[in-house]
């Protein structure tokens, strides 16, 4: 049976989270952070390109200064649309505004086994477990690299990440994993084997590159030359602020909005600049620090505002958005996990955020849950439903199944019924029961996605990588290693 995947497309509800007048304000507020105050840029790679447009550069700090009217000019040839390729072409997701795509998180580091319930720190195994889990899943759009591959040499870690998942799986994958231009030359040499050499991986990108930029206005050295050799190559690219309240960005949330920003658009800018019109998007998970202990919180109010607008900017700069709404700060899957899950997906989809990542995992992005996995794909499910919103025409409005059931009749045996009766949402994890059924069993949608998962990874094996091209891809790892 063909794979399917469940993104959500033109949403019938909408959220307007900022004014026309409050992104403009924003904009102004970030050009004249990346002006006035700067960005930091540790790499001499970076600078040469940012001081060769028309920035000012300080080599001692690596700070560079970036005019106004250069921002807008090299943001403005950032291509709006494009297509997210899967090794699978009925997998390919298109970013051009009117879908949202759901995807796991990254990079756990520990995980529940899906058998013994133990928390234990994460394999290449387990990896490749969890990506044929959400292989199944058609709730998960695409692949981040749910849990890092700890027993795997640290230098070539993240080119092993990708193997685990292109082995069990044929959707798109968005890799944060690979930090340096060594390792991305060869992620590049690995996605051009999958798909026939490095002008058909320009023309169908089945790999995208997510770097994350060190807030207060600061980048990555590795990840900013990493992700110009992605760029060159083709490959979208994005970067990601996690700026928090009240410590690696102001305590208000507007604040914090200009410091993510202005990282973001650095980024951005820089990669227009040395190859213009190569894919980029912008991609966030602001929130909140905790002020009675300092930690990050990872789900709240300032979460779900942040998540929708965010995507309010990214919209206004006319590039797709990745951001991050399910990965929950809670420990386990439970009422506090679908709290934050749930407000925060229903946000971002409201502004029709292009890609959304999380699913799976706990404890702020630290802690994958196949029970998580299961029961986030349950909410996403709910609001695929949620999203199509009220049809009204003559076959909705149903006038002649209420003429033939009339005054104290039944619909549930109308020929209108049956065919209109598998549009109405069914759940497999909320409990509908009877209350002296459950109290018999006293069991519920933990138990049930945990028995779920284990019947995935007992029973579905999608059909492997071919032989040859998973022996060419192990051998690129070995060069690197």
């Not at 086994?113 to 477990?129: H, I, P, V």
């Not at 999203?387 to 039944?410: C, F, M």
Request: glycine content about 8%; charged content about 20%.
């Amino acid at each position: 049976m063909a794979q399917t995947i469940k993104s959500i497309h033109n949403p019938k509800v909408h959220l307007d989270i900022l004014s026309q007048a409050d992104v403009q304000r924003i904009h102004t507020a970030t050009l004249d952070v990346m002006e006035s105050v700067g960005v930091k840029f540790p790499s001499h790679k970076a600078l040469d390109i940012l001081e060769a447009h028309g920035g000012t550069v300080d080599r001692q700090t690596t700070v560079a200064k970036i005019p106004g009217q250069i921002v807008e000019e090299y943001l403005a040839k950032a291509p709006p649309t494009y297509t997210l390729a899967a090794l699978d072409p009925a997998l390919d997701l298109p970013l051009d505004g009117t879908y949202s795509h759901l995807g796991t998180d990254g990079c756990g580091v520990e995980i529940l086994d899906a058998f013994s319930g133990e928390r234990r720190t994460t394999t290449k195994q387990d990896l490749m477990d969890v990506s044929r889990v959400a292989d199944y899943l058609d709730a998960i759009a695409f692949h981040w690299v749910a849990i890092s591959a700890q027993d795997c040499p640290p230098h070539s870690r993240s080119l092993h990440e990708l193997e685990a998942v292109w082995s069990v799986s044929k959707k798109h994958v968005q890799t944060e994993t690979i930090v340096n231009e060594r390792e991305m030359r060869a992620g590049i040499e690995m996605a051009a084997a999958l798909v026939g050499g490095k002008e058909a991986l320009r023309k169908r990108p089945v790999l995208s590159i997510m770097q994350c930029t060190l807030s207060p206005l600061g980048q990555d050295g590795g990840s900013l030359e990493a992700g110009l050799v992605a760029a060159e190559a083709g490959l979208p690219v994005g970067y990601m602020t996690m700026a928090s309240c009240a410590s690696s960005g102001p305590v208000t949330l507007a604040g914090n909005l200009v410091v993510g920003n202005a990282e973001v658009l650095g980024a951005l800018v820089l990669m227009q600049m040395a190859y213009p019109g190569c894919p980029v998007y912008y991609a966030a998970a602001q929130t909140a620090t905790d002020l009675r202990t300092g930690a990050y919180t990872g789900g709240g109010p300032e979460d779900y505002l942040f998540g929708a607008a965010t995507n309010v900017l990214a919209d206004f700069y006319k590039v797709p958005l990745s951001m991050g709404a399910f990965a929950t700060g809670a420990k386990q899957p439970d009422w506090q996990a679908a709290l934050d899950n749930s407000l925060s997906a229903f946000m971002a989809v409201s502004t029709l955020s292009d890609m959304l990542l999380g699913a799976g995992l706990l404890h702020g992005s630290r802690i994958l849950s196949y029970e998580m996995l299961l029961m986030d794909s349950e909410i996403w499910s709910m609001l695929h439903s949620l999203y199509q919103g009220i049809e009204v025409n003559d076959e909705t409005l149903a006038l002649d199944a209420i003429r033939e059931a009339g005054p104290g009749g039944s619909f549930l045996a109308l020929k209108h019924t049956r065919r209109h009766m598998r549009e109405r949402w069914q759940p497999t994890l909320i409990d509908r029961r009877p209350y002296n059924i459950w109290e018999e069993k006293r069991d519920g949608a933990r138990d049930w996605a945990r028995q779920k998962a284990q019947q995935i990874l007992k029973d579905y094996h999608p059909d492997p990588l071919e032989a040859g091209l998973k022996k060419e891809l192990q051998k690129i790892i070995k060069s690197v290693e």
